[in-house]
T-cell receptor, first 116, second 110 residues
Framework: GAVVSQHPSRVICKSGTSVKIECRSLDFQATTMFWYRQFPKQSLMLMATSNEGSKATYEQGVEKDKFLINHASLTLSTLTVTSAHPEDSSFYIC????????????FGPGTRLLVL | GQNIDQPTEMTATEGAIVQINCTYQTSGFNGLFWYQQHAGEAPTFLSYNVLDGLEEKGRFSSFLSRSKGYSYLLLKELQMKDSASYLCAVRDSGTYKYIFGTGTRLKVLA
């Protein structure tokens, strides 16, 4: 149990385009999902908390208009990087919160974004 | 403020035992997690402590002392595949967010 998928696993795009990343909990329902960004040799930095049926909560310094999050169902959250720039190149990882047997976050495999 | 400290790198020999320490200072505490992350991959859950003491899970054990703001991950009978980064994360009691340390890169040598 507690499998989380992410799609795509890798994407290369031109500067100025938008990229959508999907995060799915495959065998459980997740009312809360999290989006992280990780730069090389650094730890995970929380970008936002995604709650099903309501607006996402963004961390300080994260532009909500640039990183659009939609949590339309209990198994799917999407992150759209709008008007991507080279500095947005990073490893984006989602996690889903599962409360059985105890509340734990389970991570998706990550999406490596390269903006040229 | 929120602060989690781990050693940056450690090296150990195959078959040996290694202890990775984590100290934390957070405004609220509701559990400490250890994750393993291989290069280029997402973290995988290893262990969880919310009460003081030792939690054992096969070759991996994790210890917590809440009064000292201290935890360690103990890896026994090291294997080459254990070479990875090990992330310590504290769950904040108010927000339920996870605050991650910078991770400890462990190299296991033959």
């Amino acid at each position: 149990g507690a499998v989380v998928s992410q799609h795509p696993s890798r994407v290369i795009c031109k500067s100025g385009t938008s990229v959508k990343i999907e995060c799915r909990s495959l065998d459980f329902q997740a009312t809360t999902m999290f989006w992280y960004r990780q730069f090389p040799k650094q730890s995970l930095m929380l970008m936002a908390t995604s709650n099903e049926g309501s607006k996402a909560t963004y961390e300080q310094g994260v532009e909500k208009d640039k990183f659009l999050i939609n949590h339309a169902s209990l198994t799917l959250s999407t992150l759209t990087v709008t008007s991507a720039h080279p500095e947005d190149s990073s490893f984006y990882i989602c996690s889903a919160r599962w409360d059985s047997p105890r509340e734990t976050q389970y991570f998706g495999p990550g999406t490596r974004l390269l903006v040229l | 403020g929120q602060n989690i400290d781990q050693p940056t790198e450690m090296t150990a020999t195959e078959g040996a035992i290694v202890q990775i320490n984590c100290t934390y200072q957070t405004s609220g505490f509701n559990g400490l997690f250890w994750y393993q992350q291989h290069a280029g991959e997402a973290p995988t859950f290893l262990s969880y402590n919310v009460l003081d003491g030792l939690e054992e899970k096969g070759r991996f054990s994790s210890f917590l002392s809440r009064s000292k703001g201290y935890s360690y991950l103990l890896l026994k009978e090291l294997q080459m595949k254990d070479s990875a980064s090990y992330l310590c994360a504290v769950r904040d009691s108010g927000t339920y967010k996870y605050i991650f340390g910078t991770g400890t890169r462990l190299k296991v040598l033959a």
